[in-house]
């Protein structure tokens, strides 16, 4: 009678869906059990139904949501289990070490409760002696709750590992050691965050490893000198990339950003004193070389002397003493340790080393040991992503007179914006409209120069070697703060100068009509408006929409979905409108000052003050559309799919050009005209100091003696700035508008 409910069960489902045994040429059998309801699995059951326990190979278990325990004791009685498989049993937590089954190829237990890895490591006793070297083709532990590898669980000889999508956070040291696994998987541990440098010490086989869709942030080398493949997609937290020198054998390379596969490319760069080792190891083994190269031409020289002076028949005699020594004396330059970095080399000058290892005769034996896989040329290992147009390998700034010039850019934006700001808030008391305005265009084209500021420096850190500070950058806060300040300030800028020219047109064409100004309160609340739409745009990069980190330079340009499209073109679409605005509006300023005195009657003296004024914000705006227009029709082009240009060139458009408004504006609106010069020696004046300063301005100042005048009498005192006028009022002294 059957011990418990669930091994009768067991039988029935066994009956039913099996059925006949599959006899295959040694009468092998597969038991496949199908939506079983069993708690415990054993050999009892099985064998109460009729069937050999020795000739069971294949061993199935499908969707048991009851299963708890398995009873591996048992498995020992199935000499010829072949397979051994699970799926769907979310209750099997543990499984006991499993007793030596010599005849075992796969075992894979998927999708169910697992939450250590079962210890193998006694499956195949290598104590015994076998007349071949049994070796698991598969151990597949996919989808399960494991979260940790005990030490020892896996010495195995396997094919193929995987432990994919399991919820393991750590790879300890040593967890492969004395094993042989040819392929290892740990793809979708997203929570694996640690691997210890030694976790793979010990592992004498692996050729193929699977790090992707995890959370680790850098790969140990220990035990991965043979890796060929090497795999690591999706796996956003890896900052830095060991060197090529590390992987004496790697051949491709799946990784996540396009930077690693530069430190692949350019190793000198990426590990200047490994790369500096590399290349003394490898002189002197050239040089060891071409000693050998000698010693064989030498004793090929003497072997061909001494056939040709004692005949024929003593040849095979000669040349087994000569090989002999010849052995001895490659020993010799031999015997010390060398670098040789093994691979799938070609020589670029094939013609001594080559030439020789196929004309060797015994004593060439020892030279292709050394020498027969020693080439000059670099390794090259296929990688991907390869550095495509927006990033590519090389610095932030590109070219040599990129970084000097930017420079420039950075001092003319910060020093002179910072000078308009500390005039006209020092002023704050006569605050207008147009000074108000001013404020919020300097204040936002500081911020595009301390942009310039963020990626001038990081270039200088990482000057010859980016790729090495790539990750820390780009996907750090610095990068993040750097992004936000460039399309905040771009987005301000462009609505400040917006506000401005039309301001100019309500003050120009109603010059008559107070009362039609606008007024600080309304440009106060427009302002606001403005702010919020910049700090909008500037804020979506942050949250998703594009991305900061997709360039070196942290400007949204990559456009990877819908919405990054939407983006972008919303930021050209808005700053389309704003330029067609106030082109719009200088065309009106221009046609209504064209008639000069005739068309305003009496105020010929101010609409040519005005005109002068227009002229000098036409100035200021087509200096802005010079730095717009070409970043506008290349990324125009680059969203209707037709790119013109790459990242490299166009960091001279977005680096250089578009940020030139930022020094140019500050010196073209204020430094330039007189009433800057006039309220920066009235907070001078507030200072009681450099009065030698102020009686010179003074004097410049004054007007000259008339006719109705005394020369000889003391000139008058005059104001400095009359605070007094309306903002859009003429000045009777030098008929110009005072902004």
Not at 186 to 212: C, P, V
């Amino acid at each position: 009678m059957f011990s418990t409910w669930s091994e009768c069960i067991l039988v029935t489902c066994v009956v039913l869906l099996v059925g006949r045994p599959v006899h295959g040429d040694t009468g092998g059998l597969s038991v496949v059990l199908v939506q079983t309801n069993i708690t415990r699995l054993t050999a009892r059951a099985i064998h109460a139904a009729g069937y050999h326990l020795h000739r069971v190979e294949h061993l199935s278990i499908i969707d048991a949501p009851k299963l708890e325990h398995i009873a591996v004791e048992d498995l020992s009685k199935m000499p010829n289990l072949k397979s051994f498989f699970i799926t769907q049993a979310p209750r099997l937590h543990r499984i006991a070490p499993l007793p030596p089954l010599p005849e075992l190829r796969t075992f894979i237990i998927t999708t169910s409760g697992l939450l250590e890895v079962p210890n193998l490591s006694h499956v195949h006793d290598h104590s015994k002696v076998y007349t071949s070297l049994p070796y698991l083709q598969a151990v597949d532990l996919e989808g399960n709750h494991i979260k940790r590898i005990p030490a020892h669980a896996l010495r195995v000889r396997a094919d193929q590992v995987s432990l994919n999508y399991n919820l393991i956070e750590e790879v300890p040291a040593h967890a492969f050691k004395n094993a042989q696994i040819s392929k290892l998987s740990f793809r979708g541990n997203t929570k694996l965050r640690r691997l210890d440098d030694l976790a793979f010490a010990g592992n004498l086989l692996l050729r193929q490893l699977d790090l992707s869709s995890t959370a680790i942030a850098s790969l140990p080398t220990k035990g991965l000198e043979k890796l060929e493949i090497l795999r690591i997609e999706k796996t956003p937290s890896l900052k830095y990339i060991p060197s090529i020198y590390e992987f004496q054998q790697l051949q491709k390379a799946y990784l996540t950003h396009h930077f690693h596969c530069c430190a692949f490319a350019f190793p000198e760069r990426h590990n200047p004193a490994r790369h500096a080792l590399y290349e003394t190891q490898k002189a002197i083994m050239a040089q060891r070389c071409q000693q050998l190269s000698a010693v064989q031409r030498r004793r090929r020289s003497q072997e061909s002397s001494r056939i040709y002076k004692f005949g024929v028949e003593n040849a095979e005699e000669t040349i087994a003493d000569n090989s002999a020594a010849t052995t001895s004396e490659e020993y010799d330059l031999n015997s010390e340790e060398y670098f040789s970095d093994t691979g799938s080399f070609e020589d670029d000058e094939q013609g001594d080393f080559h030439e020789l290892v196929n004309n060797t005769l015994s004593n060439g034996v020892a030279y292709f040991a050394a020498c027969g896989n020693f080439s000059l040329s670099r390794r090259k290992v296929e990688c991907s992503p390869l550095p495509d147009a927006l990033n590519p390998c090389e610095d932030v700034m590109g070219w040599s007179w990129l970084r000097a010039s930017v420079w420039f850019v950075i001092t003319a934006a910060v020093v002179g914006n910072i000078a308009v700001l500390m005039v006209l808030l020092t002023n704050h008391a006569e605050l207008t409209v147009p000074r108000f305005l001013m404020c919020h265009l300097a204040f936002s084209d500081l911020c595009t120069g301390v942009y310039l500021f963020m990626i001038a420096v990081v270039d200088l850190r990482s000057y010859g070697e980016f790729f090495n500070y790539a990750y820390s950058w780009q996907y750090g806060v610095g990068c993040k703060i750097a992004g936000f300040l460039s399309v905040f300030s771009g987005q301000l800028s462009v609505f400040t100068l917006t506000i401005v020219t039309l301001e100019r047109w309500f003050a120009i064409t109603y010059a008559i009509y107070l009362e039609r100004r606008i007024s600080l309160s309304t440009a106060a609340k427009i302002m606001i408006g403005g702010w919020l739409f910049s700090f909008l745009m500037a804020g979506l990069p942050l949250v998703g929409v594009s991305d900061y980190s997709s360039t070196s330079i942290c400007l949204p340009v990559e456009s990877v979905g819908v919405g990054d499209a939407v983006y972008q073109g919303s930021l050209f679409l808005t700053n389309a409108i704003a330029w067609v605005t106030i082109v719009v509006c200088y065309v009106q300023i221009y046609r209504s000052l064209g008639g000069g005195g005739e068309s305003y009657g009496g105020r010929g003296a101010a609409a040519a003050a005005e005109r002068r004024i227009a002229n000098k914000m036409a100035l200021l705006i087509g200096t802005d559309l010079l730095c717009w227009a070409p970043v506008a029709f290349f990324g125009v082009t680059a969203l209707a799919g037709v790119p013109l240009v790459d990242v490299s060139h166009g960091k001279v458009l977005l680096v250089f050009f578009y940020p030139l408004n930022a020094c140019a504006n500050p010196f073209l609106y204020a430094i330039l005209t007189k009433q800057y010069r006039r309220d920066l020696i009235t907070m001078i004046a507030r200072t009681g100091k450099c009065d030698w300063l102020i009686e010179k301005y003074k004097l410049a100042a004054t007007p000259p003696p008339t006719g109705h005048t005394n020369p000889s009498a003391p000139a008058p005192l005059m104001p400095l700035i009359d605070y007094n006028r309306s903002h859009s009022q003429v000045s009777k002294e030098n008929g110009e508008v005072v902004l």
